[in-house]
């Protein structure tokens, strides 16, 4: 499978992105960089994190107009999954391929430290091969992280199924202290109504093998893998 | 022509920096203050014209990218 991984200006988890996908999910990816235009070939975006544009205006909200956009737009309406990790979450937000915003976490502190993730929807592209009730343990790093959207919106999020992740605590509880930033309801990351679009904060691409202290995040990558080679046994 | 562009969030959006700085205004003395909401300040030179015109652009430019109006509110003042 061809992965593409985005890089914008100050981009900073791409390179980590590209070697988990290449040489532990044994994929084929390559970097694409914002001015390019096309996804021509390409079965899986990721959009890594990192301090696009220095997080001017708001985080994600300049990189979400760079050309390299209008060609993930058209890529997530024919259905191709799209991954966005913690900035880039943040643009899939502000690009309004998922509903809400990321602002700044509740405490006003930058938060760098390991948290465990509850999958609270098995049926989507990035959460598919998760075993049942296995929490994940990665690591988050981000000032701006605490999920908002209106209750209208969350109540949809909810009766659709579209929250994927949940911060929780070490018994898989998701209460108030084991949430890092704020988010309501404990939201980590969510799919959009067609479950092709995902976003969350945390950071699997830096838990992707048991050498960094967790291989948890590579069961995210493993569940997409196994989503698109599903997609072209049914093609075929 | 200048415009004066104020964004602040939303009334329902949690801010923990206005609630921050409320609280330091009211350690430093400044007693009976109210709630505090912390926004962006953008001045933005024009090119002499129809003021009006001006004003439908830069409202666009406010949902389309000065502004997230999920979580935002925005002024435009033409001067």
Redesign the interface.
């Given at each position: 499978m061809n992965f593409a991984v985005l890089q914008f200006p100050a981009s900073n988890c791409d390179q980590d992105a590209l070697h988990v996908v290449k040489n532990v999910l044994g994929q084929s990816a390559r970097f694409v960089w914002h001015k390019e235009n096309s996804l021509a070939g390409m079965d899986a975006v990721i959009v890594p994190g990192g301090f696009s544009y220095g997080d001017y205006l708001r985080t994600g909200a300049i990189a979400r107009f760079s050309p390299i956009m209008q060609a993930v737009q058209a890529f997530a309406a024919r259905g191709g999954p799209v991954l966005g990790i913690c900035n880039g979450f943040q643009i899939l937000c502000e690009a309004g391929l998922l509903p809400g915003a990321l602002i700044r976490n509740r405490s006003l502190q930058f938060r760098c430290e390991h948290i465990f993730l509850k999958i609270a929807a098995h049926d989507s592209p990035f959460t598919s091969k998760i075993p049942e009730g296995k929490l994940l343990r990665l690591p988050i790093a981000h000032g701006e992280g605490c999920y908002f959207a209106d209750d209208a919106t969350v109540e949809k999020l909810q009766a659709n199924r579209q929250i994927l992740w949940q911060y929780v605590n070490a018994a898989g509880e998701a209460t108030e202290r084991s949430n890092p930033n704020g988010s309501l309801r404990n939201i980590a990351g969510i799919c959009n109504e067609a479950r092709n679009v995902a976003g969350l904060m945390p950071h699997p691409e830096r838990a992707s093998e048991p050498l960094l202290g967790s291989a948890d995040g590579l069961l995210i990558f493993e569940s997409l893998l196994a989503w698109l080679q599903a997609k072209v046994a049914q093609a075929a | 022509m200048k415009a004066k562009i104020i964004v602040t969030?939303k009334k329902?959006?949690?801010d923990?920096?206005g609630k921050?700085v409320a609280n330091a205004l009211e350690q430093m003395g400044y007693k009976g203050i109210g709630a505090v909401h912390v926004g962006?300040y953008l001045e933005i030179d024009l090119p002499a014209g129809d003021k009006e015109s001006w004003r439908g652009r830069l409202e666009e430019a406010c949902r389309k990218?000065?502004s997230?109006p999920?979580?935002e509110d925005y002024q435009v003042e033409i001067e």
């Open positions: - | 969030p329902a959006v949690l923990p920096q921050t962006k990218i000065l997230n999920v979580i």
